[in-house]
């Protein structure tokens, strides 16, 4: 029972190439319905390893991983398979580069050792997820417009990249102010 919620984990990396060839062979409706079972594994993953008292280090690493892959390996096929603007995949590949950039950038040069993540960097991730699910939803048939909530993507997902630059700028600053000259 202890490596249950990192086999669910597990099966959110097994689904997402899945997914992924889904959108590209234009199996709109397939990539619609395994993304919300992979959805599911997210949910899931965590009530086990709460319910179960079982959290592991391991699982705190594989379970963001596993996100932010299935995440973006999505707006890359998207882009792929023209579904949308190549500029909007490269909006939510920066902002996560930016990210990871500062965030290395703190850790081998300053002392900073943890940047945690906002409620603008949660909110844009839950957009890009209803973003995503609502193109593949469009792209299977459904009548209802993709466009406001890519639009709404784009939004929160520049300004999460805005707020997450100034928030690590400030982190950065005081930490290199706390190191005596």
Not at 116 to 124: A, C, E, I
Request: glycine letters at 8%.
């Amino acid at each position: 029972m202890k490596i249950l919620p990192n086999l669910i984990t597990a099966l959110r990396f097994a689904l997402t190439p899945v997914i992924v060839l889904a959108i590209l062979h234009g199996e709109w409706n397939m990539a619609f319905w395994i993304s919300i079972a992979a959805g599911i594994t997210d949910v899931l993953d965590g009530l086990a390893a709460r319910g179960l008292h079982v959290s592991s280090r391991i699982g705190s690493y594989l379970d963001p991983i596993a996100d932010k892959l299935l995440l973006t390996l999505i707006y890359l096929a998207f882009g792929i398979a023209l579904a949308i603007p190549w500029w909007m995949v490269a909006l939510v590949f920066g902002r996560d580069l930016f990210i990871v950039a500062m965030a290395a950038y703190g850790f081998f040069f300053t002392t900073v050792r943890d940047f945690p993540p906002t409620v603008w960097g949660k909110l844009s991730t839950f957009v890009q997820i209803i973003a995503a699910l609502a193109v593949m939803n469009n792209r299977g048939g459904s009548s209802i417009p993709a466009g406001p909530f890519l639009w709404t993507m784009v939004a929160t997902t520049a300004w999460s990249g805005i707020h997450y630059g100034w928030r690590g700028l400030k982190m950065l600053h005081a930490a290199r102010a706390a190191v005596p000259s």
